[in-house]
């Protein structure tokens, strides 16, 4: 069975060199029972290639269940796929099958495997290594003869380097990578894409398909598509809805495609040239930083004002004239997110009220004082807060290209949005 006969059989569409390999490597190790890992970010396909797997594997007449770890929540995700004792927590009326017992003797997609928790994590390892796992609320081991394809859009090298995913399992799932290109690196694979869901739309709905200019083809194909075939076809079925004119010119596409304008910092690599390591930051890492630094100048600066005006045989007129800038009002405490108590900015401008409350500037005052020093709001939680509604303003309230960019999972951002009650 050849390249072209797969795609034929599984609906790919597209001649890319990296997706023609991807499709061998999966065509060489369907027949076997290893381990696969699928990579590549959300919306490549990689559900496709775990089919490919399957249906070309001795397993093909046994079961193929899909799971996406990400979607189930964390108290319930051991029991969906090993199963559950009568009684064994709250809600358990009856005995269950897991998808492990269910799927014995077929093949088990586990989809968004980085989202697993790493108590599950234990129990996956188990049943890779043993094929043995237990039920919850159970004592008694059990079999299965199952066959694993994990797929992530997420760097599992980076969560195990931040202790978020098992190294072990990492390695014992990775036996044979398969990465699968986003839609961007498959040059005109595009078009052709993009042609075949316009001309799916129209058939669909008896209408004619939309034909692009040369200058969009090419508007089109220069797009970074970052939810990748999704996005593509939501955009094909988008023009042939609401364009009346069956041809479109670039001028016009460009209207559905959203701005890539994106005002955060660039992401930061530093590449350790005596290890190889490679420490990667994220974006709101970076304008903490950012902030922090621009604080400690501003203590700098204001610490060098103070000296320049104190040592200085001008410095105590200086202060005399412009007393007004140095006004404070005496015991006017604030408390910052530290528990650092900082004297309240007052403006030069006075009210009826203040005349009589307020003390002039007192340089032996100042001297007292001078380590006392202004801490600006830096509450990480605030800034969070407004990365989040940024991303989402940005992207039209989309959770999911909203979590894109800001590097965090969808399941993590709805958590986020509901903690701040956005």
Same mark, same amino acid.
């Given at each position: 069975?050849?390249?072209?006969?797969?795609?034929?059989?599984?609906?790919?569409?597209?001649?890319?060199?990296?997706?023609?390999?991807?499709?061998?490597?999966?065509?060489?190790?369907?027949?076997?029972?290893?381990?696969?890992?699928?990579?590549?970010?959300?919306?490549?396909?990689?559900?496709?290639?775990?089919?490919?797997?399957?249906?070309?594997?001795?397993?093909?007449?046994?079961?193929?269940?899909?799971?996406?770890?990400?979607?189930?929540?964390?108290?319930?995700?051991?029991?969906?796929?090993?199963?559950?004792?009568?009684?064994?927590?709250?809600?358990?009326?009856?005995?269950?099958?897991?998808?492990?017992?269910?799927?014995?003797?077929?093949?088990?997609?586990?989809?968004?495997?980085?989202?697993?928790?790493?108590?599950?994590?234990?129990?996956?390892?188990?049943?890779?290594?043993?094929?043995?796992?237990?039920?919850?609320?159970?004592?008694?081991?059990?079999?299965?003869?199952?066959?694993?394809?994990?797929?992530?859009?997420?760097?599992?090298?980076?969560?195990?380097?931040?202790?978020?995913?098992?190294?072990?399992?990492?390695?014992?799932?990775?036996?044979?990578?398969?990465?699968?290109?986003?839609?961007?690196?498959?040059?005109?694979?595009?078009?052709?894409?993009?042609?075949?869901?316009?001309?799916?739309?129209?058939?669909?709905?008896?209408?004619?398909?939309?034909?692009?200019?040369?200058?969009?083809?090419?508007?089109?194909?220069?797009?970074?598509?970052?939810?990748?075939?999704?996005?593509?076809?939501?955009?094909?079925?988008?023009?042939?809805?609401?364009?009346?004119?069956? *041809? @479109?010119?670039?001028?016009? +596409?460009?209207?559905?495609?959203?701005?890539?304008?994106?005002?955060?910092? &660039? !992401?930061? =690599? /530093?590449?350790?040239?005596?290890?190889?390591?490679?420490?990667?930051?994220?974006?709101?890492?970076?304008?903490?930083?950012?902030?922090?630094?621009?604080?400690?100048?501003?203590?700098?600066?204001?610490?060098?004002?103070?000296?320049?005006?104190?040592?200085?045989?001008?410095?105590?007129?200086?202060?005399?004239?412009?007393?007004?800038?140095?006004?404070?009002?005496?015991?006017?405490?604030?408390?910052?997110?530290?528990?650092?108590?900082?004297?309240?900015?007052?403006?030069?401008?006075?009210?009826?009220?203040?005349?009589?409350?307020?003390?002039?500037?007192?340089?032996?005052?100042?001297?007292?004082?001078?380590? *006392? @020093?202004?801490?600006?709001? +830096?509450?990480?939680?605030?800034?969070?807060?407004?990365?989040?509604?940024? &991303? !989402?303003? =940005? /992207?039209?309230?989309?959770?999911?290209?909203?979590?894109?960019?800001?590097?965090?999972?969808?399941?993590?951002?709805?958590?986020?949005?509901?903690?701040?009650?956005?």
């Amino acid at each position: 069975m050849d390249i072209q006969t797969i795609k034929n059989r599984f609906g790919i569409i597209g001649n890319s060199d990296h997706l023609n390999f991807a499709i061998k490597v999966a065509m060489q190790v369907a027949p076997t029972d290893m381990t696969v890992l699928i990579t590549g970010e959300s919306g490549v396909g990689k559900e496709s290639f775990s089919k490919i797997i399957h249906q070309l594997s001795a397993r093909k007449h046994g079961q193929f269940i899909a799971v996406n770890c990400g979607a189930i929540p964390e108290g319930t995700i051991d029991s969906e796929l090993f199963g559950h004792e009568k009684g064994s927590f709250t809600g358990a009326y009856d005995s269950r099958k897991g998808y492990f017992e269910v799927t014995d003797g077929g093949t088990i997609f586990l989809d968004e495997i980085g989202e697993m928790p790493l108590p599950t994590q234990s129990r996956l390892l188990r049943v890779l290594e043993n094929g043995e796992y237990i039920r919850v609320g159970s004592s008694k081991v059990m079999k299965t003869d199952v066959r694993v394809v994990a797929a992530t859009n997420v760097n599992l090298i980076q969560a195990v380097e931040k202790g978020k995913f098992r190294e072990d399992l990492y390695y014992r799932l990775n036996t044979v990578p398969i990465f699968v290109p986003p839609l961007r690196d498959r040059g005109e694979d595009i078009e052709l894409l993009f042609r075949k869901f316009t001309s799916d739309f129209a058939e669909k709905h008896h209408v004619n398909p939309i034909k692009l200019t040369a200058e969009a083809k090419q508007a089109l194909m220069s797009y970074r598509y970052p939810g990748n075939i999704r996005q593509l076809k939501n955009l094909a079925d988008q023009i042939s809805l609401l364009e009346m004119e069956r *041809e @479109v010119d670039k001028d016009i +596409l460009l209207k559905y495609l959203p701005q890539e304008g994106n005002m955060m910092p &660039a !992401l930061y =690599k /530093n590449q350790d040239s005596s290890s190889g390591a490679k420490d990667n930051f994220s974006e709101r890492d970076i304008l903490y930083k950012i902030l922090f630094d621009m604080r400690n100048d501003v203590e700098e600066l204001k610490k060098l004002v103070h000296n320049v005006l104190k040592n200085e045989n001008y410095g105590e007129e200086i202060l005399k004239d412009n007393e007004d800038l140095f006004e404070v009002k005496q015991n006017e405490f604030k408390e910052n997110a530290e528990g650092l108590r900082t004297p309240y900015l007052l403006d030069s401008r006075k009210t009826d009220n203040d005349e009589d409350a307020s003390d002039h500037f007192n340089l032996e005052d100042y001297q007292d004082a001078e380590h *006392e @020093v202004e801490e600006e709001s +830096l509450s990480l939680e605030k800034k969070e807060k407004e990365m989040i509604e940024r &991303a !989402l303003s =940005k /992207n039209q309230n989309k959770r999911k290209y909203a979590a894109r960019d800001l590097g965090i999972s969808e399941r993590t951002l709805y958590r986020k949005i509901k903690q701040y009650d956005l």
